[in-house]
């Protein structure tokens, strides 16, 4: 979960120059995107096009710290470039920290905004989307056990940053197997690793023998999990499965996650994400030998957490509940409730 963590809460170093085998630049900008949490965004120049891959949260200082690092590009390692000369924007997922910039991005260039199919609703009808996930996370967190207070008090805390942004039309889509190309139709020999999870629509970006894990994988915590329930194509049995595409890679030399520092072995990486989750299944499963509500499970593997880091703690319990659940290791215990009422508390015990 990445709530609580400390290494996404402090700046690194910022900008970095990394050269992929064929020759190609990726530049690493890390940056404050929201209050006290760091993000990264990168730049690819391949000697003709500029290529952005996400584009922090557009809240105000998010965006000055975007410009102010691309002048740092330009003071570091002499290269210019600016926002107007970006010539393409992708965006790897569907989450506020890597795509919330997108229309401070586009008040300087027209590059066109390529994103995967799974997350396009997210950015061209927002407004929408906004409305059915609040919908489904009340109804996740009524079944989770929380009192009507507690439920209030997290979805304000939900709903209220996401008014400052609106929908912003798509150009093109990401799809794995599919070149990705530029205005023009030219290939930018850039592969596609569709990685669902952590996000529906996620993906991996492959530049020679350089990965852009998003945040698919990440140099020292587990990305945050939220149950299937709340959107399709999330939760942890998709991801896990996806962890698997980033493992059977070869080649690779360098991972660069969307927050946090350089991955230098994505697949021991991604064997060490395996097994915290083997770790988390293995507590819950203990736990429920008496029946459980996912706010007692939450508790059990986070503690007492505080702010919206409650709502992170829920959702990751939530993940890893219904990934037992699914698979028969969990069964819900008060079937009475569940067949009288609506959206009761569910209270889990070991099948």
Known sequence: MRAGTSSAKKQLESPRRFVTSAGRVVYALNFEVFPNFFGNVYLIDDGD??????CGSGMDFSNENLVRGMTSIQ???????????IDVILITHGHMDHFGGLQFVRSH???PVGIHVLDR?????????????SQQLRVFLQRAGLSTGKREQL????T???????????QFLLEEGQPVRDGNGADLGIEVLHVPGHCPGQVCLRIDDVLLTADHVLARITPHQSPESLTLNMGLGHYLDALGKVEELDGVRVGLGGHEEPIEDVTARVG???????KRLNVIMDTCRAPQTTADISRRLFGAVRGYTVLLALEEAGAHVE??????ELVAENLGELESEQDPVVRYVRA
């Open 121 to 133: 609703r997210v950015l061209t009808h927002y407004e929408e989307r906004v409305v059915v996930a």
């Open 272 to 278: 060490e994400i395996r097994e915290s989750h083997d």
């Open 155 to 158: 979805m304000t805390m939900y």
């Open 49 to 54: 096009r500029r290529i952005l891959v996400d």
């Open 323 to 328: 990934y037992l659940y699914q698979r028969g």
């Open 109 to 111: 260039t027209d590059a």
């Open 160 to 170: 209220a940053p996401k008014a400052r942004y609106g929908s912003v039309p798509v």
């Open 75 to 85: 003071d570091r390692f002499g290269a210019r470039v600016g926002l107007a000369d």
